[in-house]
């Protein structure tokens, strides 16, 4: 009977038998499996290159996308994100632009379809004041809830006499 190399499964721990596992030695068509399924997510995101006509309007495109916002994604533009709709309407947007739309005809349709939300700076209009003046009215509020403390504050200082003797030294 020859010796094992490495003690029986069974006798080693759990940790032991992962170590054991690690440290094996792996062939060329597993590291090469291994390499593949690895690189395998940054193709699937890969952005699509789109065979714009000129550099000016690939700036519009551009510009456009960097002003809209992605319907998935809360905070992101289309232009950064890499959600599956924001591909989708990349290439719709681009599309429209083929076809010789606006830059207003686009937003306008992409407003119809997803809201105002899709628009990073939305229209002032009553449905978006709150939007656009609630920072300012709580900024607003703030201040003259300061200047109210403040004002108390002052009228109960100066009106709480100091005696004549005392030099205003706690100690």
């Given amino acids: 009977m020859t010796p094992r190399p490495y003690p029986s499964p069974r006798l080693l721990g759990r940790s032991a038998r992962c170590a054991r596992w690690l440290h094996a030695p792996l062939s060329k068509a597993t590291l090469t499996l291994l390499l593949l399924l690895l690189t395998l997510p940054t193709l699937a995101q890969a952005i699509q290159p789109l065979p714009f006509r000129d550099r000016a309007e690939e700036i519009r495109f551009q510009t456009l996308s960097a002003e809209l916002r992605c319907p998935m994604c809360q905070n992101e533009t289309l232009a950064d994100s890499n959600a ?13 632009m083929q076809a010789g739309k606006t830059d207003a005809q686009i937003k306008a349709f992409l407003v119809e379809r997803y809201s105002d939300f899709v628009l990073y700076e939305p229209p002032v209009s009553p449905k978006t004041w709150l939007l656009w003046f609630g920072p300012l009215l709580v900024l607003a509020l703030g201040g003259t809830l300061v200047a109210v403390q403040v004002r108390r504050r002052a009228r109960q200082h100066a009106g709480s006499e100091m005696p004549a003797h005392d030099t205003g030294d706690d100690w």
């Fill in 84 to 96: 599956p709709i924001a591909h989708d309407l990349r290439r719709q947007i681009f599309e429209m």
